[in-house]
């Protein structure tokens, strides 16, 4: 089994950062695949950066390209998401998921192709 802690999420204001951590434990390297996700209030989840552990370029949804920043630190089994220039619209629920394998339709923002989740975290934006 593998189990995901998402931490680091909190209140900031308009314009200030935030930098998410999701540790990945159990079977750890059968992971390939980690993504974020997040969800507001009244809301469907949506996709918002995912990363290999074996590198390859990251990926954003547009509306956090330039802003926010995915990162892995193997050594620590640990994913990050830097955070910048938040904006009220980025308040949500952050989850990291994970799975085993690069998504068969080539694209990892499907919340479906990824089998494992965490708690999540929650982002406050205040203006």
């Known amino acids: 089994q593998v189990q995901l802690v998402e931490s680091g999420g909190g209140l900031v204001q308009v314009g200030g950062s935030l930098r998410l951590s999701c540790a990945a434990s159990?079977?750890?390297?059968?992971?390939?695949?980690m993504g974020w996700f997040r969800q507001a209030p009244g809301k469907e989840r949506e996709f918002v950066s995912a990363?290999?552990?074996?590198?390859?370029?990251?990926y954003y949804a547009d509306f956090v390209r330039g802003r926010f920043t995915i990162s892995r630190d193997n050594a620590r089994n640990t994913v990050y998401l830097q955070m910048n220039d938040l904006k009220p619209e980025d308040t949500a629920v952050y989850y990291c998921?994970?799975?085993?394998?690069?998504?068969?339709?080539?694209?990892?923002?499907?919340?479906?192709?990824?089998?494992?989740w965490g708690q999540g975290t929650p982002v406050t934006v205040s203006s």
């Open positions: 998921a994970a799975d085993t394998a690069w998504p068969s339709t080539s694209t990892p923002s499907r919340r479906d192709e990824y089998h494992y």
């Open positions: 159990g079977r750890r390297f059968s992971l390939y695949l």
């Open positions: 990363v290999t552990w074996t590198g390859g370029r990251p």
